[in-house]
């Protein structure tokens, strides 16, 4: 999968990962992606998970 694909399972399947899983799929992201998703994504926990990945 690339990145392209990756970002659009965490945008709209989310909820089908662990907290785990997705920083496990997102673990080779440059800080730009992850601070993206940290800023973009529509559930809450999530955007807060990547924000406390980021500090």
Known sequence: ??????IQQ???DWDKYSVEELFEMTKDFPLKLLRYIA???PD???RKAFL???M
């Open 1 to 6: 999968m690339d990145k392209c694909d990756i």
């Open 39 to 41: 800023m973009e994504h």
């Open 10 to 12: 965490i945008m709209f």
């Open 44 to 46: 809450n926990f999530v």
């Open 52 to 54: 406390e990945l980021l």
